[in-house]
């Protein structure tokens, strides 16, 4: 089983390489992102909890995501593996996962982290408001405290993987086809 966590900072591209990297390698799409989207669309009391905490910049629990990957991984027993997109953005929430994998008799075998400076970050964010209607990517403010949550919260668990030798830096500036063939350089190894 392939299990592979694409990381980078909001912006940096995750959602459209996550599309091809699955494609390629026949994996199951874990996005936090998506599932939470459709759960505030829902207004599921998962999604209100949720929305408040994203209208913010902030994390949603993870007790919530946690619990959710857990639903999702056993829905998918007969996986080839998984692409984690969003999600783990702490160390807590990466040692949670580790344990929940390790239960389900698989684990990581890469991360892959989309890297782009912050300037390019907010021009794409504004841009992607823009077009997807997406109130978080909208306000700058509200983008500039998720770069900044980022920085603080989720950066230092790449620390966390290069101490396991699963972490890889990939530039996340090119064109789509330049990034993604550096990603399954990458990936091609495992």
């Known amino acids: 089983m392939l299990n592979i966590i694409l990381f980078g900072p909001p912006g940096a591209g995750k959602g459209t390489q996550s599309d091809r990297l699955i494609k390629k390698y ?5 996005s ?12 599921s009391k998962l ?4 929305k408040k905490n994203i209208d913010k910049g902030e994390l949603v629990p993870d ?3 946690i619990s959710m990957i857990s639903e999702k991984i056993d829905e998918n ?12 953005r702490t160390t807590p ?4 996962l580790d344990k ?7 684990e990581i075998n890469v991360m892959l982290a989309l890297e782009v400076e912050k300037d390019e970050l907010v021009k794409r964010l504004l841009n992607r408001g823009k077009d997807s209607g997406r109130t978080d990517d909208q306000d700058i403010s509200i983008i500039e405290n998720r770069i900044k949550v980022y920085l603080s919260e989720t950066a230092p668990l790449t620390e966390y993987y290069a101490r396991q030798g699963k972490f890889y830096g990939v530039e996340g500036i090119g064109t789509v086809d330049e990034i993604f063939e550096k990603l399954t350089f990458v990936t091609d190894k495992f």
């Open 26 to 30: 026949n994996l199951v799409h874990f």
């Open 32 to 43: 936090t992102g998506d599932i939470l989207r459709g759960e505030i669309k829902k207004q």
């Open 47 to 50: 999604g209100l909890e949720a």
């Open 63 to 65: 007790s919530v995501v």
């Open 77 to 88: 027993k007969t996986a080839k593996g998984f692409i984690f997109d969003g999600f783990p």
């Open 93 to 96: 929430q990466a040692e949670a």
């Open 100 to 106: 929940l994998l390790a239960e389900k008799g698989t």
